[in-house]
């Protein structure tokens, strides 16, 4: 089974209706989803924050109530997935249990409680002649999301839609097919029983790859598009789409630990990058170690990774200080550019800071990286030069999340720099407007 199912090229390959003729029908049926939408995000429009926060939980109850019906649908995706040779960490990372429901259905409560970013007055003034402006915030109207295996994102997605005042539409791929159904079903359901349309979550994956072409083709009616998964997905999408998207990035994550670094604390911090849950985007892919600390801190560390199940993808240096029971392998350049989203890492011995800041210029996918010292000039100098979404300083890279940070949920992790950097919570779900009043003024 491959994990990028949702490209241009794949949907131009093969349909099972024929090519052009197929490509209209979803083109206009996209077309009719889109419009619903549109009219639905107007409705919400209107809405103050104790409506949209009541929906909010609303759906959290209806997810939990519906538990065992996701449950059962999940398992449909699973044993596809597995049948179809997907990757551990894919695997997990499509997997909901109870209790990752009620982790969903919490992080929409938590969405309830956060402030309502819409109509919140960025900046304003009274100009000399009286005019009084106001920048504010208001919704984008209708946000598609293209997503893979991810069936937590249909929740997240429709939660910060709602809350900043959007719609959205979602194509979250085949692998999740099952799961996602029942998933927007219920939190449909949610929305109609708080007297709000059902259509401000939407599906298209009922018509596939065609589906998300036409997708990436509704200029005018979809407002912003924000893909989410392998780089090949997102790579097209960026490449394809002309509606406006905002790139979400791939996690070639890097933890560095520099000569002064507490070594007590380096371990436990470098176990949880790693292991705590690997098919995500911020677990760290690539240890990059000071050379002099290498002696005393690789063997330890190798041994505790190795006995977490992670393969080391080490340099020379590596191989040579690594246990003889450590599973560990020669890297090569491939390694270093890699996500493996797997218990894999790939460990390289630096000269110094200059050398690792220059080895995360090169590979780095400007996610998030971490330095582990204890010299406050080395931190600054990192935080000054790494240019990533996020840096960490002696923390694990597993914060770079919405939810961690208190944002709520996150939609996602930008690495563009444009509007959106980061995780990318209610605030970046917004655009604004100028709200300019006057008083008889005309121009001179």
Known sequence: MTTSLDTAQAAAAGSDTGPQEGLADVAGQVEQVARRAQRASRRLATANRSTKDAALHA???????ATDRVVAANIEDLDRARAGGMAAGLVDRLALTPERIVAISDALRELAGLPDPVGEVVR????????????????MGVVGMIYEARPNVTVDAAGLALKSGNAVILRGGSAAASSNSVIVDVLAQALESQHLPGELVQSIDAWGREGAVALMRARGLVDVLVPRGGADL????????????????????HVYVD????LGDALPILLNAKTQRVGVCNAAETLLVHRAIADEFLPTAIAMLADAGVTIHGDETTL???PEEADVVPATDEDWGTEYLSLDLAVRV?????EAIEHIRTWSSG?????LTRDLAASERFVAEVDSAAVMVNASTRFTDGGQLGLGAEIGIS???????????????????WIVHGDGHVRP
């Open 234 to 253: 997102i790579r097209t999408v960026v490449r394809e789409s002309i509606v406006p998207v905002i790139e979400t990035g791939v996690g070639n994550v």
């Open 350 to 354: 630096v000269e110094d800071l200059d």
């Open 367 to 371: 996610h998030t990286e971490a330095i």
């Open 415 to 433: 690495t563009q720099k444009l509007h959106a950097r980061g995780p990318m919570g209610l605030a970046e779900l917004t655009t604004t407007k």
């Open 59 to 65: 759906m959290a109850d209806a997810l939990v109530a």
């Open 259 to 262: 000569e002064s670094a507490d």
């Open 124 to 139: 304003g003034s009274t100009l000399p002649n009286g005019l009084r402006l106001r920048q504010v915030r208001v919704p």
């Open 320 to 322: 040579a200080l690594a």
